[in-house]
């Protein structure tokens, strides 16, 4: 009884894992003259086609979209990965950036990543 007790638990806790949100670890800004380049690492338990995290947006401090880097394909055995926007064009005096990843199954991410901005 004790096995099964055990196996059905590790299913469990496989399950709440596989439902995990998408992960913002690290992110890097890097000015190239008037435009912007933003590489952003995030970590999901990405499926398959079915379940994957499908893009990010970059945002700005009352929320308004600034980009948004769609991401084509799952990235099932590239755990965690690392994706750029490039060319971003950030409106004169923005001082912080915000980044939140989407799920093709549970929609945005709870909170964005804040990110200060070096002029």
């Not at 398959?48 to 084509?72: F, P």
């Not at 064009?89 to 990110?115: M, N």
Request: aromatic letters at 8%.
């Amino acid at each position: 009884m004790k096995q099964i007790t055990f196996i059905l638990a590790a299913c469990l806790m496989g399950t709440a894992v596989s439902a995990s949100e998408p992960r913002v670890l690290d992110i890097k800004v890097e000015k190239f003259g008037m435009s912007w380049r933003v590489d952003v690492t995030i970590e999901h338990t990405d499926t398959g086609w079915e379940h994957y995290v499908d893009g990010w947006e970059v945002l700005d401090s009352a929320g308004k979209r600034l980009g948004y880097r769609l991401l084509h394909h799952p990235h099932v055995n590239e755990q965690p990965f690392t994706r750029s926007l490039t060319n971003l064009a950030l409106p004169d005096g923005t001082r912080e950036i915000f980044v939140k990843p989407h799920c093709s199954v549970d929609g945005w991410a709870g909170e964005a990543v804040r990110v200060e901005l070096q002029p």
